[in-house]
């Protein structure tokens, strides 16, 4: 009776799930406009491998530029490290990392739409560790070049036409 009553919860909870919209993250559904796709920038950068490896995931056929189809054009990527905190002689202790890109979307028929992808993180400066922090540095850089990939998918998957 109680593995009845845990089954007909289970079902009831999937239906009220799928019928709210929701779906689970990294499930990239991207517009049928969206499908074929021309992808610009800087195609010599890992960000710019990236955001191709995701967008071929999402089922997305990437073409040369026709002049009918979609264009994604993927911006410079910026960084800049500022302090965070200092101790009592004023040594910088802790450093706050910005990083952020902006792209764009060109449909035929459409104005252009301009969208920015922006984080900060926070990293310790170990000054005795030299090349600890700058491994910690371009760790922090790449997860950050993920996560921002990740994002432009997420906020292309939410545009309506």
Avoid: W
Wanted: glycine letters at 6%; hydrophobic letters at 40%; a neutral charge.
């Amino acid at each position: 009776m109680l593995t009845r009553i845990k089954a007909i919860a289970l079902l009831s909870l999937t239906l009220v799930l799928a019928g709210c919209g929701f779906q689970l993250r990294g499930g990239d559904n991207l517009p049928p406009e969206l499908q074929r796709l021309v992808l610009s920038g800087d195609d010599k950068t890992q960000f710019y491998r990236l955001v191709s490896a995701r967008l071929l995931r999402a089922g997305v056929t990437l073409v040369p530029d026709d002049g009918n189809t979609p264009v994604l054009t993927i911006g410079q990527l910026g960084q800049a490290n500022t302090t965070a905190s200092v101790n009592p002689r004023g040594d910088t202790l802790e450093y706050a990392m910005r990083f952020g890109t902006r792209f764009t979307l060109d449909m035929p028929d459409e104005p252009r739409q301009v969208f920015n992808v922006a984080f900060n993180r926070s990293f310790l400066d170990k000054s005795a560790q030299a090349l600890a922090s700058s491994r910690e540095q371009q760790q922090l850089r790449e997860q950050m070049e993920h996560e921002a990939a990740e994002q432009i998918l997420r906020q292309l998957s939410r545009l309506s036409f």
